[in-house]
Every structure is written in structure tokens, then in C-alpha cells.
């Protein structure tokens, strides 16, 4: 929805001349509106942002745990390796 309205007032000042300058728009609700709506992209992106790192962290543990509880150190170890050097 904010995407969107901001697409709409980008279209607006782009059709109209006396909106191009900055010093008119920013005198504009159209402006006030604009800021809204980056406002709340930046919002909502910055917040997935941090769910993703979360997740990612929270992915890194279990795995390390994992790792840890089963004793293997080394999870992308070559599987072609002569049964000779395997213990």
C-alpha cells in the first residue's frame, strides 16, 4: 500500500511541473505524504532485515550444537575419502 502511494505521488510531480522544484513540493501535503509512506517502507524493511539476522543466528547455534552433540567438527567433510584414512 505505501509502495504504491508512493508510486502514485512520484507520477503526480513528475506530470506536474510546479511540484518539481523541492522548495514548492515540500509545502505540499503530497510531500508529508511521501515521507509517510518511506517512513513506513524503511520501517517494515529494517524490521525484516533483523528477523532475518535472528534467524540466521538462531540457525547457526543449532547447527554448532548440533555439530557439537554429535561430534562432528568439520559438517562438509569430503565423503570420497578412502576407507583406509577414515577412523
Known amino acids: 500500500m505505501c509502495f504504491r502511494r508512493n508510486c502514485e505521488i512520484i ?3 513528475s506530470l506536474s511541473p510546479w ?3 523541492d522548495f ?3 509545502m505540499t501535503p503530497l510531500y508529508y ?3 509517510k509512506a518511506l517512513s513506513v517502507i524503511a ?3 529494517l524490521k525484516m532485515i533483523t528477523e532475518r539476522e535472528g534467524k540466521l543466528k538462531q540457525e547457526k547455534l543449532q547447527e554448532n550444537s548440533h555439530d557439537a552433540k554429535t561430534g562432528k ?3 562438509h ?10 577412523n
Open 11 to 13: 507520477v503526480k510531480r
Open 24 to 26: 514548492t513540493f515540500r
Open 19 to 21: 511540484l518539481r522544484p
Open 43 to 45: 520501517d517494515v524493511t
Open 33 to 35: 505524504k511521501q515521507q
Open 73 to 75: 567438527y568439520f559438517s
Open 77 to 86: 567433510a569430503p565423503t570420497n575419502v578412502p576407507s583406509t584414512y577414515v
